[in-house]
């Protein structure tokens, strides 16, 4: 099994900061024949269900802020907030599907 | 525009059968290059995985839930199900339905709002 893990498990920006979670998995997700990163964030609310925010690690889904991006590739992973706002407060979480599908155990981010 | 709902008792004995179900609309569940999953969050805890059918029947299930988890199709009522055998407190938690295209993003894109169950006598 594929385990990710995410750091740091909690984070408190100010508004407007930028806010950095990583995302470690235990083995290569980069796909070599088309060349993809198989990870995935979401976003999570309380009551909600969770929210797409990227997938292929770094493609925006429709309808996201700009202000969210994804990078790295093979074991390391990065979801940035730009400038955080009020609304992003939430549990992120990454999730690999290179092989069937496992998540990390989810970052809290907080206004400072 | 495709929705999930989630469906099913919200209390659940130990030692019985958890049955859900998703009902599919705006879409239908057997075609096009999807594949429709289960995943559950205990209060308080993380997301967890527990399995998805292709539109071709084929499932994939979480190795540490595989021995009592079946993901089926009913192509019929345009839904898709789910039961959990032997259940303990440990299943207790928001169950969510989502579907994953997988010609586009390959992750699970759309969800259903959740349902809460609870395994207690």
């Known amino acids: 099994d594929i385990v990710m893990t995410q750091s740091p498990d909690s984070l408190a920006v100010s508004p407007g900061e930028r806010a950095t979670i990583n995302c470690k998995s235990s083995?290569?997700?980069?796909?070599?024949?088309?060349?993809?990163?198989?990870l995935a964030w979401y976003q999570k609310k309380p009551g909600q269900p969770p929210k797409l925010l990227m997938y292929?690690?770094?493609t925006r889904q429709s309808g996201v802020p700009d202000r969210f991006s994804g990078g790295g590739s093979a074991t390391d992973f990065t979801l940035t907030i730009s400038s955080l706002q009020a609304e992003d407060v939430a549990v992120y979480y990454c999730q690999q599907y290179y092989s069937s599908v496992t998540f990390g155990q989810g970052t809290t981010v907080e206004i400072k | 525009q495709v929705r999930l709902q989630e469906s099913g008792p919200g209390l659940v004995k130990p030692s019985q059968t958890l049955s859900l179900t998703c009902t599919v609309s705006?879409?239908?569940?057997?075609?096009?290059?999807?594949?429709w999953g289960w995943v559950r969050q205990p209060a308080g805890k993380g997301l967890e995985y527990i399995g998805r059918?292709?539109?071709?029947?084929?499932?994939n299930y979480n190795p540490s839930l595989k021995s009592r988890v079946t993901v089926s199709l009913d192509t019929s009522k345009n839904h898709f199900s789910l039961k959990v055998d032997s259940v303990t407190a440990a299943d207790t938690a928001v169950y969510y339905c989502?579907?994953?295209?997988?010609?586009?993003?390959?992750?699970?894109?759309?969800w259903g709002q959740g349902t809460m169950v609870t395994i207690s006598s």
């Open positions: 059918i292709y539109t071709s029947g084929i499932n």
């Open positions: 989502a579907r994953v295209d997988y010609s586009d993003s390959n992750a699970f894109d759309i």
């Open positions: 292929w690690a770094s």
């Open positions: 705006g879409g239908s569940v057997s075609t096009g290059t999807y594949y």
């Open positions: 083995q290569s997700l980069l796909y070599d024949s088309n060349n993809k990163n198989y």
